[in-house]
T-cell receptor, first 113, second 111 residues
Framework: DSGVTQTPKHLITATGQRVTLRCSPR?????VYWYQQSLDQGLQFLIQ???????AKGNILERFSAQQFPDLHSELNLSSLELGDSALYFC????????????FGPGTRLLVL | ELKVEQNPLFLSMQEGKNYTIYCNYS?????LYWYRQDPGKSLESLFV?????AVKQEGRLMASLDTKARLSTLHITAAVHDLSATYFC???????????FGTGTRLTIIP
């Protein structure tokens, strides 16, 4: 158990819908990262927050957005869902230092029908 | 764009044998990570390699880093079934904390 929690574990929804994925980092960690894992794209970085502020952005679609709250938990919002958004979404967290090891949560498996 | 390549993509090996997974990366990375993923599960951190010539070992796994060749290796010694998983290498580079992952190597240990 990495100490990173994610909810829900599974999500089934329809095209065009909007969903919110939630992540709680390890106690004391300030950085939260979101990654997407799919068969065709592999593991891809989406976005990073550090202590409530966006720090880095990767290949995140405009239909996707994220935020980190004062209690450091983070949410990833996916809207206007398409079939191709079906994937495993991971949250990771790391400590206060730069480039510290990232610890991954159990993931949320999203299926868009 | 950063690129990380692993080979082989798939590896079946018998218990008790030794083998090596290779990870080539395209930038002057300052950190190289190895993660393990069991089917449908999360990623577990195995090693962080920080400098040229770094070698780390945990049980039957040993990782090394050659920054001049931009190559990291994960060596498996006397494989056992419990090591069956997908192994990913990933890099970060200067000024950037995001992980760029390789394609992964799916390792199957056959009794």
């Amino acid at each position: 158990d990495s100490g990173v929690t994610q909810t829900p574990k599974h999500l089934i929804t329809a095209t065009g819908q909007r969903v919110t994925l939630r992540c709680s980092p390890r106690s004391g960690d300030l950085s939260v990262y979101w990654y997407q894992q799919s068969l065709d794209q592999g593991l891809q970085f989406l976005i990073q927050y550090y202590n409530g502020e966006e720090r880095a952005k990767g290949n995140i679609l405009e239909r996707f957005s994220a935020q980190q709250f004062p209690d450091l938990h983070s949410e990833l919002n996916l809207s206007s869902l398409e079939l191709g958004d079906s994937a495993l979404y991971f949250c990771a967290s790391s400590g206060q230092g730069f480039q510290e090891t990232q610890y991954f949560g159990p993931g949320t498996r999203l299926l868009v029908l | 764009e950063l690129k990380v390549e692993q080979n082989p993509l798939f590896l079946s090996m018998q218990e008790g044998k030794n083998y090596t997974i290779y990870c080539n990366y395209s930038t002057t990375s300052d950190r190289l990570y190895w993660y393990r993923q069991d089917p449908g599960k999360s990623l577990e951190s195995l090693f962080v390699l920080l400098s040229n010539g770094a070698v780390k070992q945990e049980g039957r796994l040993m990782a090394s880093l050659d920054t001049k060749a931009r190559l990291s290796t994960l060596h498996i010694t006397a494989a056992v079934h419990d090591l069956s998983a997908t192994y990913f290498c990933a890099e970060t580079n200067f000024g950037n904390e995001k992980l760029t992952f390789g394609t992964g190597t799916r390792l199957t240990i056959i009794p």
